[in-house]
């Protein structure tokens, strides 16, 4: 079973509008994180924004903010006000376990979806 | 400035020909890992370390080897490459309890 879920290959949008980016995961660890990363044409890899499974309070980075519904174990990625520059590639990622004597401790990558701003 | 450094960024060798990608960072980071990219697969780990001389396998480990022999370097070793290791290759660190995977630029190599 795939530990991340993107559904969405590909996503349009325009310009100014808000877009709703979902990722779906799957763990036992009730230790985990949980990140979104873009990617530009360019190809570097872009930390955008971080969340613990213990934090009360959904994180928010600017324009960028992550939906942590825990019961239902997603982490939808909100891009409000969208520019022509958030054109790329995003990934949602999950980190689990903790390094504790041999415990595993990976990262897993989503599969990515394509987000097209129109002007 | 706080970074991870790749070299090469671009690379095209011949099946069988052995090849290192080094890795390096900055940061003082425990957790270093190398990811392979390819199209419609996303990232995909194939090994990583938790500091000096420990490291473990990813999901996709096989034809590849690594060493944490320093803290700051993670080389990965393609002994004996073949067309199926053409891919783009992402070295990443960060702290153990911290969020953030800092990325290195990526090395693009294609093997024919």
């Known amino acids: 079973a795939q530990k991340i879920t993107q559904t969405q290959p590909g996503m349009f949008v325009q310009e100014k509008e808000a877009v709703t980016l979902d990722c779906t995961y799957d763990?036992?660890?009730?230790?985990?994180?949980l990140f979104w990363y873009k990617q530009p044409s360019s190809g570097e890899m872009i930390f955008l924004i971080y969340?613990?499974?213990?934090?009360?309070q959904n994180a928010t980075e600017g324009r960028y903010s992550l939906n942590f519904q825990k019961a239902r174990k997603s982490a939808n990625l909100v891009i409000s006000a969208s520019q022509l520059g958030d054109s790329a590639m995003y990934f949602c990622a999950m980190r689990e376990g903790r390094y504790s004597g041999g415990s595993n401790y990976k990262l897993t990558f989503g599969k990515g979806t394509l987000l097209t701003v129109n002007p | 400035e706080a970074q991870v450094t790749q070299n090469p960024r671009y690379l095209i060798t011949v099946t069988g020909k052995k090849l290192t990608v080094t890795c390096s960072q900055n940061m003082n980071h425990e957790y270093m890992s190398w990811y392979r990219q390819d199209p419609g697969l996303g990232l995909r780990q194939i090994y990583y370390s938790m500091n000096v001389e420990v490291t473990d396998k990813g999901d996709v480990p096989e034809g590849y080897k690594v060493s944490r022999k320093e803290k700051r370097n993670f080389p990965l070793i393609l002994e004996s490459p073949s067309p199926n290791q053409t891919s783009l290759y992402f070295c990443a660190s960060s702290f153990i309890s911290a969020g953030e995977l800092f990325f290195g630029e990526g090395s693009r190599l294609t093997v024919l």
């Open positions: 763990t036992s660890d009730p230790s985990y994180g």
């Open positions: 969340q613990g499974s213990y934090d009360q």
